[in-house]
């Protein structure tokens, strides 16, 4: 089973997007802007654990 990358909104909160995990071993979170339905804007989304 592969693992998966969890991002959520920073302003509403809620788990919109999962992605598949890359082969990059960081340690700093992903950050992407991505629509979010519930706030019907576009937004700021980050990894969560």
């Known amino acids: 089973m592969s693992k998966k990358i969890v991002v959520s909104c920073e302003k509403c909160g809620s788990r919109n997007y999962?992605?598949?995990a890359g082969s990059n071993k960081t340690t700093e979170?992903?950050?992407?802007?991505k629509h979010c339905?519930?706030?019907?804007?576009h937004t700021l989304?980050?990894?969560?654990?």
């Not at 339905?37 to 804007?41: K, P, T």
């Not at 989304?45 to 654990?49: D, Y």
Request: proline share 6%.
């Open 18 to 20: 999962s992605l598949p």
């Open 29 to 33: 979170r992903l950050v992407l802007k």
């Open 37 to 41: 339905s519930h706030c019907n804007e």
């Open 45 to 49: 989304h980050r990894q969560t654990a």
